[in-house]
């Protein structure tokens, strides 16, 4: 899958990728205000965010190794889907947790370690796919795994360890898309080589 | 005529690029508002344990300061005319310069989040409801005594009357800042000011609005002041409202459960705290009542907010009542009475079993509450203990309640763990520490300022409390003044502008009946003269 191309990114294509990010982020930090808790709300609400614009991120993955558009709006979510979590992870260890020492106590050792990993891996990748041109197969395997990971901790997150309605909506939506996606990968891939094989069209 | 392929993308590029920009903005105002926000509540400050007692946030955010002041302006049915409120309520008047009353104070958070806010809102301090004025000299900001419950104030016709005007469609940001602007000295609020109090208006409408199927209507007005209506009346509260809405979701409106504001003497000198003697721990005691008064577990956690609370409570630890000689010195006491008071005290009651576990002891006033030795309290014998209702016989719908064996479990967890102010299980009763329903035996320093007497302040006077005189059935409560020689609050037979409220004692929650000692009025061993030298000596405490 995917290597990592630099390929020229349309407005069209930033705009239909940033406009939801920055609106979805608006509104997580803006509609904490009518909430009883300023801090808490806008660390709920921008975990929203991140999962809404991680769902077509994770999707289109499978098929970024396809077409220019299909690769940038991957590249595009992927990384707009990391700079909404940064917001969560700012309001998280900074504000509700007041650092990361905080975070250690307040998360307990495995589930904070869990999150520092995250961030950090997710960000490696984010970095390597804007500044690394050629894609060798370390680098291959390494996006694979940071998306089944961020995959993995997002879905046994919102529907296992945080099961709120809200969550689980998104939780489900994140799983069964990302499990439909990936199956239809398999199917494509499966079917590509007699595709070729078939005669060309009159 | 069609556009052009190459003009329509020309169009939608533009399009794109004003969008962009236009997102742009607004995230960027989106990410600077949690900056600003920080910039509107001031560098935390540390409060010494007087200040916070007196003028500490201690969670209890209710209205934005512009909103209050042009409350009578706009609701004079309500509030009355000018700060004629403060007296139609009981607040004790102060020298603030915003002309807040004694308690009201400014802060910049939020009402229940405690987040920040660029309006400034008003909430209440311990000393607006542990704080009294015991005798008008005229100088009234000056004779605040701390301590006690303010015996004036009708804090739930208040709120009553609150509601009720927030209900009203005329309230709106726009009436709101036209009202206030016309005050003398006042500025325009601002853009984000009129933002916040709109923000606030919606939520408290809001909530307001959503508790009307399980709460009902305010009722404002005078009816806001009837014991028909709003049957909690001066000095008293209802601890257990509050507490039964947020903890348990459930009305909480038919309980009559009455309590009289405590008194918060020498907190130290009670390991277990409430009339029932329900709470352990002295931040925890203080973090209830603040909860109690409209404080939230997120923003009891705020550092200042949660400092407030410790030192306020630390304040309450030490803190000496005054001296009956100190008020009234004029009024010298006859020092033989008094010493033939002490022998009553100490050694006058009747033999009984007493508590669970059946002591047999003499039930005198020291064994209970024990008594002052060089500047000490020493503790009386049964001091502590938690005497069933069905022995003291006092009013029992305070331990009776429909909830009061399931609110301490909730209370257990209803704060989340880590918290400041977290519960421990072990600290609330009924619970493993004791399951007694009935009312803690307490100390008494100065006795002569705790008037009203009883948990649910029923008895006004200590002569009545010691049975010396009868009993009245009916009470006209208000703004009472100082009864120096009955020792208590004087009432007059029938009400009148200040005494507005009647406290009927035969009513559900209001019974004055019970706690006989030393001898119930009128039975064979009862005694005037021993009385009267009995309640010459509870002057001295």
């Known amino acids: ?202 | 005529m069609g556009i052009s392929v190459t003009r329509a993308r020309g169009l939608l590029r533009i399009f794109q690029i004003i969008l962009v920009t236009a997102v742009s903005l607004l995230l960027a105002l989106a990410i600077a508002l949690p900056m600003l926000e920080r910039s509107w509540v001031t560098a935390e400050e540390h409060l010494a344990p007087k200040d916070a007692f007196f003028r500490g946030s201690i969670g209890t955010e209710l209205i934005p300061l512009p909103v209050l002041q042009v409350l009578p302006d706009l609701f004079p049915e309500d509030f009355g005319a000018g700060d004629t409120w403060i007296d139609r309520f009981g607040f004790l008047r102060s020298s603030d310069p915003d002309g807040l009353p004694v308690g009201f104070t400014v802060s910049h958070h939020r009402p229940q989040s405690g987040a920040p806010s660029p309006v400034p809102f008003v909430g209440f301090s311990c000393v607006l409801c542990h704080s009294t004025r015991i005798r008008d000299t005229g100088n009234q900001a000056e004779q605040i005594v701390p301590g006690p419950g303010n015996s004036s104030l009708n804090l739930f016709a208040w709120i009553d009357s609150l509601q009720k005007a927030m209900m009203d469609e005329r309230l709106t940001v726009k009436t709101i800042s036209d009202t206030y602007v016309k005050k003398p000295g006042r500025q325009p609020l601002t853009v984000s000011q009129r933002a916040m109090i709109g923000l606030w208006l919606r939520g408290f409408r809001k909530t307001l609005s959503e508790g009307l199927p399980k709460f009902d209507e305010p009722f404002g007005g005078d009816l806001s002041l009837t014991p028909e209506c709003v049957p909690t009346g001066p000095d008293r509260t209802q601890p257990f409202r509050t507490i039964v809405r947020r903890v348990l979701d459930r009305p909480g409106t038919e309980m009559s459960v009455y309590t009289k504001v405590a008194t918060v003497y020498q907190e130290q000198l009670r390991e277990w705290s409430q009339f029932d003697g329900s709470i352990r721990d002295l931040n925890a005691r203080s973090a209830l009542a603040a909860f109690a008064a409209g404080a939230t577990a997120d923003n009891l956690a705020i550092p200042e907010i949660a400092g407030n609370v410790r030192q306020a409570s630390e304040y309450t630890r030490t803190l000496r009542g005054p001296t009956y000689e100190q008020i009234f010195p004029e009024r010298s006491l006859d020092a033989e009475k008094v010493r033939r008071g002490k022998v009553i005290y100490t050694g006058a009651g009747l033999d009984a079993s007493v508590g669970v576990s059946g002591k047999h002891v003499k039930l005198t006033c020291d064994a209970c509450h024990g008594h002052p030795e060089n500047g000490v309290w020493i503790a009386g014998e049964l001091q502590g203990v938690v005497i069933p209702w069905e022995q003291i016989k006092t009013d029992p719908e305070r331990v009776t309640y429909r909830y009061y064996e399931r609110i301490p479990d909730r209370l257990a967890v209803f704060f989340p763990a880590n918290h400041p102010f977290e519960f421990k299980r072990g600290d609330l009763r009924p619970g493993p520490a004791g399951t007694t329903r009935g009312y803690i035996n307490a100390p008494i320093d100065s006795a002569f300022s705790r008037t009203p007497y009883l948990h649910n302040a029923s008895v006004l006077t200590l002569a009545e409390l010691i049975n010396l005189k009868p009993r009245r059935a009916v009470v006209y409560r208000g703004r009472n003044s100082y009864d120096p020689v009955d020792v208590g609050l004087s009432s007059p037979d029938g009400p009148d502008a200040v005494h507005y409220f009647r406290l009927d004692t035969s009513l559900r929650g209001n019974s004055n009946k019970g706690h006989d000692y030393p001898w119930p009025y009128g039975s064979p061993k009862w005694n005037r003269g021993q009385l009267e030298d009995l309640l010459e000596y509870l002057k001295t405490l």
Not at chain 1, 18 to 46: G, H, S
Not at chain 1, 67 to 94: G, M
């Open chain 1, 1 to 202: 899958m995917m290597p990592n191309r630099q390929r020229g990114i349309s407005l069209t294509q930033f705009t239909n990728a940033y406009v939801p990010f920055a609106l979805l982020i608006v509104l997580a930090l803006l509609l904490p205000e009518t909430t009883p808790n300023l801090d808490r709300y806008r660390t709920i609400f921008t975990i929203w965010a991140t999962t809404v614009l991680l769902i077509p991120a994770l999707c289109l993955y499978p098929f970024s190794d396809g077409s220019d558009a299909v690769h940038n709006y991957w590249h595009l979510l992927w990384t707009f889907s990391y700079l909404a979590f940064l917001f969560h992870f700012y309001w998280a260890v900074f504000v509700i947790f007041k650092g990361v020492q905080g975070t250690f106590v307040g998360q307990g050792p495995l589930i904070a370690t869990i999150n520092f990993v995250l961030t950090a891996w997710w960000g490696t990748d984010i970095a390597l796919s804007w500044f690394v041109a050629s894609c060798p197969t370390w680098v291959r395997w390494e996006r694979a795994g940071a998306h089944l990971f961020v995959f993995l901790i997002f879905s046994v997150t919102t529907l296992v360890l945080r099961p709120t309605p809200v969550t689980r909506v998104l939780g489900l939506g994140l799983t069964i898309a990302v499990a439909a996606s990936f199956a239809i990968w398999l199917i494509v891939r499966d079917s590509a080589p007699a595709a070729a094989e078939l005669p060309e069209a009159k």
